[in-house]
C-alpha cells in the first residue's frame, strides 16, 4: 500500500508543476495576441508589394535581361532551405512539425540529385537538424535576443541570403516556417523566395506568360488598381524599380514568414501548455482519490484493530 | 472628381496612415513631387526625405521622413510604402544633434572595420534625418 506521506508529496508537486504551465500558458497568450497583431499589421505591406510586384513583372516578363532574382539562374541545382524555427522549447509540436517537413523536402531534392543547404534561423531547429544534416548547414541566425521582432532584425538574414545568390552558391531558396491560422492550428508552409514567387504567375515561367500578358491583370492579394485604360509612368524606369524592389521583396517575405512563425510558436505553445495543465489536474484527481482511499483503509484497519484487541480481552 | 485623394503610409510593420488628403508631398528619387487629386498613374522610388501631407481640412501639414521604399499613385489614391517611417513632431532638434554628435564619436572609437562601417552608415542615416528636421 502506497505509503500516505509519498502520495500528498506526488500531489504538491504535480500541483506546482500545473501551476508553472498555467502561467506559461496565460504568457502565452499574451504574447500571442501581440504576435497576431503584429502578423497582421505586416499584411498590407507584404500585399502591397506583392500587387506592385505581380504588376511589374507582368510588364517587364519575357524580355531579355530580367533580374536573376525574379528570372531564377536558369538552373536548379543548388537549393538553400531556410528552416525558421523558434528560440525556446516547450511549445508542442511546433518545432518538429517544421522540421519534418524540411527533412522529406531535403530527403526529396537530394534524391533529385540536386545540392541542399540549409540556413536555419532558430536554436531549435539547429538542435533537431545538427545530427543528420550538420554538414548541409552554411549559416545559423540566432535571435534569442530579440523581444518583438523589427523589421531590422530580418534584414541582415536577408542581405546574407542576396550576398550568398549574388556569389552563385544556390539557385533556388525557399523558407520553412508555420503559418498562423488559429491558436489551435498552424499549418507548416514552404515559401519560394528566389526566384521569386509572384502569385498568379509561375516565376516568370513561358507557360504562364500568356495569362500574364492580358494587362496588368494579377492574382495578388489586393485588386489590381483600375487603371481606367491608363498606363503607369515609371520614375525611374519599370527595371530599375525592379531592381530595386526585389531585394526589399525578399526582406518583406522574409519578415512576414518571421512574424507568422513567432504568432504560431506562441499559440503552439499556449495549447502545449493549456493540455499540460489539464493533464495536471486530472493526475491530481486521481492522487487525491487514492489518498483519500488510502487514508480511508488505514483508519479502517486502526479500527478494527482497536475492536479486535478489545473483543480479545 | 473628389477634392481629396485617398493616402496610405505602410510601413513593413503596419498600416501607418490612412486618410484623405487634400495633397501630398512625395521625395521621389528623380525629384519631389506633389500629388493632388486626379495625379495621373505614377509608380516612383523614393530617396531618403520627408513627405509632407496636407489633409482635408486645411491646417499643418504633417511632416513625416521616411527612408527607402517606393510610391504608387493610381486612380484610388496614394500608396507610399517605407521602410523606415519617423514623425519628425516626435523627435526634437535638439535630441537628434545630440545623437548625431553621439554617432560621430562611435565612428571615431570604432576599431574594426566591420564597427566601423556600421557606425558610418549610422552617422549617414541621423545626418539624413537632421537635415529634414531643419
Not at chain 1, 500568356?210 to 491608363?230: F, Q, V
Not at chain 2, 503596419?14 to 486626379?38: K, N, W, Y
Amino acid at each position: 500500500m502506497a505509503n500516505l506521506k509519498d502520495l500528498k508529496t506526488r500531489i504538491q508537486s504535480v500541483k506546482s508543476t500545473q501551476k508553472i504551465t498555467k502561467a506559461m500558458q496565460m504568457v502565452a497568450a499574451s504574447k500571442l495576441r501581440r504576435a497576431q497583431e503584429a502578423a497582421e499589421a505586416a499584411r498590407p505591406y507584404a500585399g502591397r508589394m506583392a500587387s506592385v510586384l505581380s504588376g511589374l513583372a507582368a510588364s517587364v516578363a519575357g524580355q531579355p535581361g530580367m533580374p536573376p532574382l525574379l528570372a531564377g539562374t536558369g538552373r536548379e541545382d543548388v537549393h538553400l532551405v531556410i528552416v525558421a524555427t523558434s528560440e525556446r522549447g516547450l511549445c508542442g509540436g511546433f518545432n518538429s512539425n517544421i522540421v519534418r517537413a524540411a527533412k522529406k523536402r531535403i530527403i526529396a531534392l537530394q534524391g533529385d540529385g540536386k545540392t541542399v543547404k540549409l540556413l536555419c534561423i532558430g536554436r531549435k531547429g539547429v538542435a533537431q537538424l545538427k545530427s543528420q544534416y550538420g554538414a548541409l548547414i552554411v549559416d545559423t541566425v540566432d535571435l534569442s535576443h530579440v523581444k518583438s521582432l523589427a523589421f531590422a532584425d530580418v534584414q541582415p538574414i536577408a542581405e546574407r541570403v542576396l550576398a550568398m545568390f549574388g556569389d552563385g552558391e544556390f539557385d533556388v531558396c525557399s523558407v520553412f516556417y508555420a503559418r498562423f491560422k488559429s491558436a489551435l492550428t498552424q499549418i507548416v508552409t514552404e515559401h519560394q523566395l528566389i526566384p521569386a514567387a509572384i502569385s498568379g504567375q509561375a516565376s516568370g515561367q513561358d507557360d504562364d506568360a500568356g495569362t500574364n500578358d492580358a494587362g496588368n491583370e494579377n492574382g495578388g492579394e489586393t485588386p489590381p488598381p483600375d487603371l481606367k485604360g491608363s498606363i503607369y509612368e515609371y520614375e525611374p524606369d519599370e527595371e530599375e524599380i525592379l531592381q530595386t524592389l526585389l531585394p526589399r521583396n525578399l526582406s518583406v517575405q522574409l519578415f512576414g514568414a518571421l512574424l507568422e512563425n513567432a504568432a504560431s510558436e506562441q499559440g503552439s505553445r499556449m495549447t502545449a501548455m493549456d493540455s499540460a495543465t489539464r493533464n495536471a489536474s486530472d493526475m491530481i484527481d486521481a492522487l487525491s482519490l487514492k489518498y483519500n482511499r488510502t487514508r480511508q483503509a488505514v483508519i479502517t484497519s486502526e479500527l478494527i484493530e482497536i475492536i479486535s484487541g478489545a473483543e480479545a480481552l | 472628381m473628389s477634392d481629396s485623394i485617398h493616402f496610405e503610409l505602410v510601413s513593413p510593420e503596419r498600416l501607418l496612415m490612412d486618410i484623405a488628403a487634400a495633397s501630398v508631398v512625395v521625395p521621389g528619387s528623380e525629384g519631389d513631387f506633389t500629388v493632388l487629386p486626379g495625379h495621373a498613374p505614377v509608380m516612383s522610388t523614393i530617396r531618403p526625405g520627408v513627405v509632407e501631407v496636407m489633409e482635408t481640412g486645411g491646417g499643418e501639414p504633417s511632416r513625416l521622413f521616411v527612408r527607402g521604399g517606393f510610391a504608387e499613385v493610381t486612380s484610388e489614391g496614394l500608396v507610399i510604402l517605407a521602410e523606415e517611417v519617423i514623425v519628425l513632431a516626435d523627435v526634437s532638434r535638439e535630441e537628434l544633434q545630440q545623437k548625431v554628435a553621439d554617432a560621430g564619436e562611435d565612428v571615431e572609437d570604432a576599431r574594426t572595420d566591420e564597427e566601423k562601417r556600421l557606425a558610418i552608415e549610422a552617422l549617414a542615416r541621423l545626418t539624413e534625418l537632421a537635415e529634414a528636421k531643419s
